[in-house]
């Protein structure tokens, strides 16, 4: 089954900030990892965090929790062009396994 | 540096035909990745795999079969293709290192 949970859409105004959260349940846990993905194209990577706190990557930060199984994406400075889908990915063994993804709309 | 490409970027089969989707990679990764994603969905895990000659199944790999003869090469092979299979089939590989994970352009597979 799924064990990436995150919300399915989130909808914020332009210039704001919005946090996507995502949970996850599963031993053999190492990493989770963002993507960012626009309508008809691929999945570009967004951060990614092995350890417990915050990454910094400009507009975006990415938080991790081992303890709570729980991890976050921030915008900040929300611009159109961030409307898109975000999908969090948790490493697990050698694998990568994929949420749903967040869709994300931005109002102007 | 290309980076991964993958090939044909649009095909409709029959069902019941076979085809292969090729992917290579330029980057000099082991780790290699086949995912499908249905309309409005996540990225669903088909194969994977570590290095040439090691190959092992995601999380929906029925009806799918990979080969990794080549460090630069994954090709995905559809036998006997069904509706069920149409799908944008994405290809990624990652430096195992850091996770990150560089994509292909994909591939839209309908199946009539």
């Known amino acids: 089954g799924q064990s990436l949970e995150q919300p399915s859409e989130v909808t914020a105004v332009e210039g704001a900030i919005v946090q996507i959260n995502c949970t996850y349940q599963?031993?053999?846990?190492?990493?989770l990892s963002w993507y960012q993905q626009h309508d008809g194209g691929a999945p570009t990577f967004l951060s990614y965090n092995a350890l417990d706190g915050l990454e910094e990557t400009g507009r975006f930060s990415s938080f991790l929790s081992r303890s709570d199984s729980y991890g976050y994406l921030l915008l900040q400075e929300l611009q159109m062009k961030d409307s898109a889908s975000y999908f969090c990915a948790e490493g697990r063994d050698d694998k990568i396994i994929f949420g749903k993804g967040t869709r994300l709309h931005i109002l102007p | 540096n290309a980076g991964v490409t993958q090939t044909p970027k649009f095909r409709i089969l029959k069902i019941g035909q076979s085809m292969t989707l090729q992917c290579t990679q330029d980057m000099n990764h082991n780790y290699m990745y086949w995912y499908r994603q249905d309309p409005g969905m996540g990225l669903k895990l088909i194969y994977y795999?570590?290095?040439?000659?090691?190959?092992d199944k995601g999380e929906v790999p029925n009806g799918y079969n990979v080969s990794r003869s080549t460090t630069e090469d994954f090709p995905l092979r559809l036998e006997l293709a069904a509706p069920s299979q149409t799908s944008v089939y994405f290809c990624a590989s990652s430096n195992p290192e850091t996770y990150e994970q560089y994509f292909g352009p994909g591939t839209r597979l309908t199946v009539t």
């Open positions: 795999s570590v290095g040439a000659g090691i190959t």
């Open positions: 599963t031993s053999g846990f190492y990493g």
